[in-house]
Antibody, heavy 124, light 106 residues
């Protein structure tokens, strides 16, 4: 059974940093691209970014809203995904989901399994 | 690429046929997925490639469209279908979601 469990959320002041983790199990983690998606309270989904797999040199993509502030990384030996968030703003307050991305034919891989999310609150 | 969903919310009764639209700001071929999200839960993949039903998803859900205009149809709304639905484009980075359509009970 595919499982994704996020951790590391909490309260942080504006300008601060936080590192989220996502522990994966039930599938071959190293084969998959992995995504972070967030959802601010009462609003819709926002794609944060992606890390590709080793075959694609672990390259990353980011949304414009977080580029230069957030860094996505992974440790295939630990089946773990990370999101380093720096220079946090109040508008970064959201539930952060990690998601497994899988190829379903042409086009980019898409998120087919999601964790339950971890809440990040940026407030003074 | 911006995705515009309409309506943003709708009220419907059990058994109704429901259609949700998603319009892309530029052509995305058929690189579109639909997700369902219930309150307090993670999204669930319904459809990919604009028209292909994910395994395990009931056949009352269907998707159509290509290019810039897409639809998600629920042929006969069931109580468990009351949720928020999102489209996502997978044509180019950054990947983007539509604003969502909340389906409520009439």
């Amino acid at each position: 059974e595919v499982q994704l469990v996020e951790s590391g959320g909490g309260l942080v002041q504006p300008g601060g940093s936080l590192r989220l983790s996502c522990a994966a199990s039930g599938f071959t983690f190293s084969d998959h691209y992995m995504d972070w998606v967030r959802q601010a309270p009462g609003t819709g989904l926002e794609w944060v970014g992606r890390t590709r797999n080793k075959a694609q040199s672990y390259t990353t993509e980011y949304a414009a809203s977080v580029k230069g502030r957030f860094i996505i990384s992974r440790d295939d030996s630990k089946n773990s995904l990370y999101l380093q968030m720096n220079s946090l703003k109040t508008e970064d307050t959201a539930v952060y989901y990690c998601a497994r991305a899988t190829n379903y034919g042409p086009g980019s891989p898409l998120a087919d399994y999601w964790g339950l999310g971890t809440l990040v609150t940026v407030s003074s | 690429i911006q995705l515009t969903q309409s309506p943003s919310s709708l009220s419907a009764s059990v058994g109704d046929r429901v259609t949700i639209t998603c319009r892309a700001s530029q052509g995305i071929s058929s690189y579109l997925a639909w997700y369902q999200q219930k309150p307090g839960k993670a999204p669930n993949l319904l459809i990919y490639g604009a028209t292909t039903l994910q395994s395990g998803v009931p056949s009352r859900f269907s998707g159509s469209g290509s290019g810039t205009d897409f639809t998600l149809t629920i042929s006969s709304l069931q109580p468990e279908d009351f949720a928020t639905y999102y489209c996502q484009q997978l044509n180019s980075y950054p990947l983007t979601f539509g604003g969502g359509t909340k389906v409520e009970i009439k």
